[in-house]
């Protein structure tokens, strides 16, 4: 029996050493129509199970707006927070350059549909627009952003797909490093108090 309870945790152990070497895939598609939007969150473990999705708007889109009105009423000490985080600063900076490292972006596609009420202006600013575009799509293979101008008065639309995966076993190590010095956890305790 205790063999048999020995293997289980074994098996167990080593889906989660797989799912963290083979990481976590991400998807965000939308599309902006007007005043509307609409646009599915996807959370991918071994690049093809869902374990969560999220649709844009929700139901719970309400009930958001009234947890933002007592977030409101809340005083927060901002200042107490920036004073805990000045002697990390560096620490936490390093921390984001290696989460950054376990980040591979996999595919950036955007279209923007640009318009204003003159016609002048409207190609005036597609312009600068496609210059920007030509100078960023180039930095990354997998960027592929796109606008279009609108004639038809103002309007400002879009529409992507983006996918980024994560290896999340790459960041234990730095997670570790910088929960260990202590100018971070007194930080993180200075953010949880002020919750």
């Avoid at 030509?134 to 592929?144: D, F, V, Y």
């Amino acid at each position: 029996m205790l063999n048999i309870l020995g293997m289980i945790i074994l098996i167990i152990i080593l889906f989660i050493i797989i799912l963290l070497i083979i990481g976590i895939k991400i998807t965000f598609e939308y599309n902006k129509i007007d005043s509307e939007f609409k646009g599915c969150l996807k959370i991918l473990i071994l690049k093809k199970i869902k374990v969560y999705s999220r649709q844009f708007p929700s139901q719970n889109d309400n009930a958001d707006e009234d947890d933002k009105k007592d977030d409101e009423k809340k005083q927060r000490d901002i200042k107490k927070i920036l004073n805990l985080a000045k002697p990390c600063l560096e620490d936490l900076l390093d921390y984001l350059k290696s989460a950054l490292n376990i980040i591979k972006v996999t595919k950036v596609k955007n279209h923007l549909i640009f318009g204003m009420d003159s016609f002048a202006d409207t190609g005036k600013y597609i312009g600068i627009i496609w210059g920007v575009l030509s100078i960023i799509n180039p930095m990354h293979e997998n960027l592929a952003l796109s606008a279009e101008p609108s004639f038809k008065g103002s309007q400002l639309d879009a529409r992507g797909e983006n996918e980024v995966e994560i290896y999340p076993l790459k960041l234990l190590i730095p997670t570790i490093r910088l929960i260990l010095k202590e100018d971070v956890r007194k930080l993180i305790r200075g953010v949880l108090d002020e919750r």
